[in-house]
């Protein structure tokens, strides 16, 4: 059975509550029912039922007014007046649910959009990639030892043993408390140390005076500072930093269903989450006739859809008119992840299309999981270049179509792990066993992160066409 969702106290009239409760049930219902792309084959599914029932009890991690605010900063994002920065690690895990942790990759969140936010003269809404990012698709069922696939912390454990291999439903309710405990470290954060421009500032300006070659970012780091100071001495408040919200792929539906609220403010009724701000659909769960599609289309979070190289124009619109049915800028972000050698030729065709049926969407660009490749030694690993390749050829893409480009999806930690090569240090292969610590992607560390972050923001600068400074 469905867990029935719940209207939030403030709501109208009970009867038409009553129907429109019946009316969304029977869709979830219904876009449940079909085939689901990724699930774990749980060993005694009525224990699974009894979790997914005990965990829709509980009280939501994020507010619908939480999410409508998201999506007002994303709707600016979309018109072209602000950029999306979504950067964290692949796969959270329950040991890394820590708050060091959190804190190194929301504080690297923050510096970026520091440094962004300069360089294309535009607000950065910064998203998590945290506090719920447990469920980890994988491209063959079995890991090549006969064992089934880790499919991340929220379904069975890393440990390469059939007994830890096995889904055990108990662990969603270990992903809950985690995520609850992180979504409160978030808030401490957001509104606490990392709302003070300044102290990011002075990390950003440790980063330049140290990294090799970091004099390229020199100028750009000054610019800043007296930005900062200039702001400051125009008078109290010193810039503070407002939220940052939180984003997971919408992969384990027995995950996501739990925590589903009514939400009768929008055009229609939908559901909000209240596992996070904003959710994805990920390459591999995009079929148009799956449930993942059919779930996402039920919510009033806005949404995102990775996009590979696979994807025709065709399907794009189709993701735009079953999702943003009602032209809403901002609840869509196609997020593409085509490949630096592909994004150049794959990705104009479909942003043409788009841009011809007149939905605004958010364009985001996805550097990372189209760049993966696994060397000799049996490492995953991505480059830094190629990293930085797809992102240019995603902002020559906009300029040359007149397009917004919204933003940037990233996988990076402020941990000091060497997982992608390249950068600064230029890691090399050999250097990949150092600290390897991911439980599934390579994620750019810290010092590759920023540099990132500097390098694209000089792209920015040069004529970015939504600059308010320059001329279109
Ligand atoms: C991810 O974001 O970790 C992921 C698996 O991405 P994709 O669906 O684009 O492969
Ligand atoms: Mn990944």
Redesign the pocket.
Known sequence: MIPTPRWPPDTPARTRRRAVERGLADRLDAALARPAAQQPDWPDPARARAVVHRLSTGEPLVTPAETRRLLDRLAAVARGEALLLQSGD??ETFADSTGPHLRGNLALLRRMALVLTHGAGLPVVTVA?AAG?YA??RSAPEDGHGLPAYRGDIVNSAEATRTARTPDPERMARAHAHAREAMTVVRRLAHGELADAHALHEENRRFVATVPGGRRYAARCAEIGRGLRFMTGVGPPAPRLGEIFTSH?ALLLDHERTLLWMDAGGTEPRLSSGLAHFL?I????RQPDGAHLAFAELLSNPVGV?I?PGTTPEQAVEYVRRLDPHGVPGRLTL?S?MGHDRVRAVLPPIVEKVTASGRQVIWQC?P??GNSRTTRAGYKTRHYDHVLDEITGFLEVHRALGTHPGGL?L?ATGDDVTECVGGARRLAETDLPTRYRTA??PRLNAEQAMELAFSVAELFAAGTPTSPETPR
């Not at 990920?282 to 769960?285: F, L, M």
Request: some cysteine; hydrophobic content about 15%; glycine content about 8%.
């Open positions: 692949c796969a990639r990012q980890k698709p792929e994805w990920g390459e591999r769960t990775k590979g997020i992840r996805d990372m999981h999806h996988e599934c992607d």
